[in-house]
């Protein structure tokens, strides 16, 4: 019943920025996370960012400073805004929303950054 997806993936050059937005909708429960994910080709998922339901933000090393994630917990939305994109933030961005203690994730968005 709930779905997540996902949008505002594309090619951009190294330097440039990227705003991806992700919405769960089909439940009238708040998540108590939403959180963005990565994966490369040949790598395992990683963690890019998260912000759970008090307000904590969670970013990994490699995005911290350049990443910022957002949400609107009344429309279970959430946001990340991408700046100073380097060609190793080039992946598959998937969106998690945890409701009710389940994981639902997006299909996932393209992101490319290469000169």
């Known amino acids: 019943q709930v779905q997540v997806v996902e949008s505002g993936g594309g090619l951009v050059q190294p330097g440039g920025s990227l705003r991806l937005s992700c919405a769960a909708s089909?439940?009238?429960?708040?998540?108590?996370?939403m959180a963005w994910y990565r994966q490369a080709p040949g790598k395992e998922r990683e963690l890019v960012a998260a912000i759970v339901s008090g307000g904590h933000l969670r970013y990994a090393d490699s995005v911290k400073g350049r990443f910022s994630i957002s949400r609107d917990k009344i429309k279970n939305a959430a946001f990340l805004q991408m700046n100073s994109l380097k060609p190793e933030d080039t992946a598959v961005y998937f969106c998690k929303a945890v409701i009710n203690q389940r994981d639902h994730w997006g299909q996932g968005t393209q992101v490319t950054v290469s000169s």
């Open positions: 089909g439940t009238i429960i708040s998540a108590n996370v």
